[in-house]
């Protein structure tokens, strides 16, 4: 009798998850989310070099905000070579970037869950044109 309920006990432990071993504890749910990327900026020049065209620079500084309804919740800058990380909590956000350059690729919204890698790479445009010849 003793023995059956011993097992009992043990298959019901075992069966059931909820057994830890000393001196651990079981792994939390993360929080949070993470966010990362780079940012770069195209064209570089009005004027590019036959055979070398720029396939975009970095843009260092850059703060890039992320917002729940119209309230910053986070934000963030690039590094000296345009790469950023954040860590954010669940949710959807919009993604703004404070620069006159305009987001030509690269997601403006987001959602983020709980233990979540997104990348978001942005180009941005420069609004460097090449003059129109003039007849």
Do not use: W
């Amino acid at each position: 009798m003793k023995n059956g309920l011993l097992a009992a006990l043990v298959l019901c432990v075992c069966a059931c998850g909820t057994y830890v071993f000393p001196g651990s504890s079981p792994s939390p749910t993360p929080a949070t989310g993470t966010v990362s990327g780079r940012v770069i900026a195209v064209p570089c020049a009005p004027v590019e070099q036959a055979g070398a065209p720029c396939t975009g620079r970095a843009v260092p500084q850059l703060e890039i905000d992320y917002l729940t309804g119209t309230t910053v919740s986070s934000m963030t800058r690039t590094d000296g070579s345009g790469h950023y990380a954040i860590t954010l909590r669940p949710g959807a956000y919009t993604v703004r970037m404070k620069t006159y350059m305009r987001v030509i690729s690269g997601p403006v919204n987001l959602t983020v869950g709980p233990g979540s890698n997104i990348v978001a790479d942005y180009v941005l445009d420069t609004g460097i044109r090449l003059p129109v010849p003039q007849q």
